[in-house]
């Protein structure tokens, strides 16, 4: 059980380029994650999917998108990079306890910079 | 506006010696109330986790209380350990079965010295 997994773990790019990053979680949980975090800053919400075929915006969505094809897998693209996408990004996936709480499951993050 | 502020921002402490971080919030309408801890270089795990019923929650060393009424949650952290050092984060839901309305604290960032 490997929980959730992200890949890559380290990316640089160049302003202009874009990328994809893999989410996998092997919890069969029904929503899905992106965050992102900057120095100082709590986890913003990028998008988010309550199961598989939908996704929805959440706090910082612009210059992001996401798909979620497959129940374990959530992706995020970046179609063209710019140097205020510079972060640490944090997929999390949870399903709602009988309290209709969401404990939330992190990856290890991937640390993404553009120059 | 939905809002998390934890305080102090940073602490030093002293291994084996106990500690509090602060957590304050502005969410409504609650549902519940989280601490993560945060090693460097790693995603946040979850310590405790607390509904508005609960005021109190424990994980080994951890203990958290929350008053619903203030507004207000506590991490107390007991006989502190090298392994402790790392950010602590307060996660507050606002809403019920709401995934978007998740609000982090900016952390709370705890160093132990030996």
């Known amino acids: 059980n490997a929980g959730v997994t992200q890949t890559p773990k380290f990316r640089v790019l160049k302003t202009g380029q874009s990328m994809t990053l893999l989410c996998a979680q092997d919890?069969?949980?029904?929503?899905m994650y992106w965050y992102r975090q900057d120095p100082g800053m709590g986890l913003r919400l990028i998008h988010y999917s309550v199961g598989e075929g939908t996704t929805a915006k959440g706090e910082v969505p612009d210059g992001y998108n996401v798909s979620r094809l497959k129940k374990q897998n959530f992706l995020l693209g970046l179609e063209s990079a710019a140097p205020s996408q510079t972060s640490v990004y944090f997929c999390a996936s949870s399903s709602p306890t009988r309290d209709r709480v969401h404990e939330q499951y992190f990856g290890p993050g991937t640390r993404l910079t553009v120059t | 506006k939905n809002q998390v502020e934890q305080s102090p921002q940073s602490l030093i402490i002293l291994e084996g010696k106990n500690c509090t971080l602060q957590?304050?919030?502005?969410?409504?309408?609650?549902?519940?109330l989280r601490w993560y801890k945060q090693d460097t270089g790693r995603g946040p795990v979850s310590l405790t986790i607390?509904?508005?019923?609960?005021n109190t929650k424990s994980n080994g060393r951890y203990t958290a209380t929350l008053d619903a009424d203030t507004k207000q949650s506590s991490l107390h952290i007991t006989a502190s350990q090298l392994s402790d050092s790392a950010s602590y984060i307060c996660v507050v839901s606002a809403g019920y079965s709401s995934a978007s309305k998740i609000i982090f604290g900016s952390g709370t960032r705890l160093s132990i010295r030996p």
């Open positions: 919890m069969n949980h029904e929503y």
């Open positions: 607390m509904t508005f019923s609960e």
């Open positions: 957590c304050n919030y502005t969410v409504s309408p609650f549902s519940n």
